[in-house]
C-alpha cells in the first residue's frame, strides 16, 4: 500500500493536469473504506473481489493471496478515451512506479498526441 | 571496558538485526526511497553481522558453555536476518508473472462495472473517455 501514500503525496499534481487516480484492490467495499479512512486518501479505491477486472486485464498473480488466492500483481495503467495508453508492470512486486515515473509517462502521451496533431515531421 | 562492550554486543547485535529485518516490512517499506532499495535495513544488518563477529572471540576465550552458546547463536541470527532481506527483497520478489499475460498499451479497457470504496458504480469502459480526461489505474494486492 505504500504506493497509495506516494500518489495521495502527489494528488494535487495529478488532478492539476485532470487526471484521475483510480485504485483497484481485491478487497471488500468495506475494507477499501478502512484504507481510505487510514491513510487519508482523496482519490477512490475499486473493489474487484472476484477479479473480473484483474483477470479482464490479464493482471493476476496466481497463488499470491492469503491462503493461496490469486491477487493482481502490481500494476499501473494509464487509461486514455477508453484504452489502455501505457502500463508499468514491475518485475519485482516490491517495486512499484513512483508518481513522477506516472507523470513523465502522461506528459509523453502528450507530446505524442500533439505530434500526431501536427502530423509526422518531415524527415 | 571493551570487554563489556563485546559482551553487551552479544544481545544487542541480533536484537537490532531482528529489528531491522521485522522493520522493513514494518516501516521502512512506508518510505519508496528506502524500500526500493533497502539500503538502511541492509547497512543495519551487516553491522549487527560485524558486532556478532567482533563479540565472538571473547565470548568463546572467557566464557563458559552458556556465553560461548549465546554468542553463537547471536552470529546465527544477525546472519540469518541479513540472508532473509537479502533473499527476500534480491530473489523472491521477482517471481512475478510475464508481462506477455497481461493486455499490451492500445487495447480498450472492458465493460466491466466495480464498486468503489462508498459502494458506487464505476463503469471501466467509460474512464477515460473524452471529456473525462485520462485515468491513472493502480491495481494492488490489497490491504493484508
Known sequence: MTELRGLQLSLEEFRRRGIEVLAVSPDSVD??????????????????????????LGLEHAGMGP????????????????????????????????????????????????????????? | MANARRTHALWIAPLTALFALVGYFTLTVRVQALSDVPWLNLAVLVATLAGSLWALPEAWARGGVVRRCGAALGLGVSSLCSASLIYYCFFLSYGVPSANAALPAGEPLPAIELADHRAEPVDLAQLGQIGHGDTVLVFYRGHW
Open chain 1, 67 to 123: 491462503g493461496g488466492t490469486d491477487v493482481p500483481r502490481p500494476a499501473t495503467l494509464i487509461v486514455r478515451e477508453g484504452a489502455i495508453r501505457w502500463r508499468h508492470l514491475t518485475d519485482n512486486w516490491r517495486v512499484r512506479p513512483r508518481p513522477e515515473t506516472i507523470l513523465a509517462a502522461l506528459s509523453d502521451l502528450d507530446d505524442r498526441a500533439a505530434l500526431d496533431e501536427r502530423g509526422a515531421p518531415a524527415l
Open chain 1, 31 to 56: 475494507q477499501n473504506r478502512g484504507v481510505v479512512e487510514k491513510l487519508g486518501l482523496d482519490f477512490r479505491i475499486l473493489s474487484d473481489p472476484d477479479l473480473a477486472l484483474t483477470r479482464a
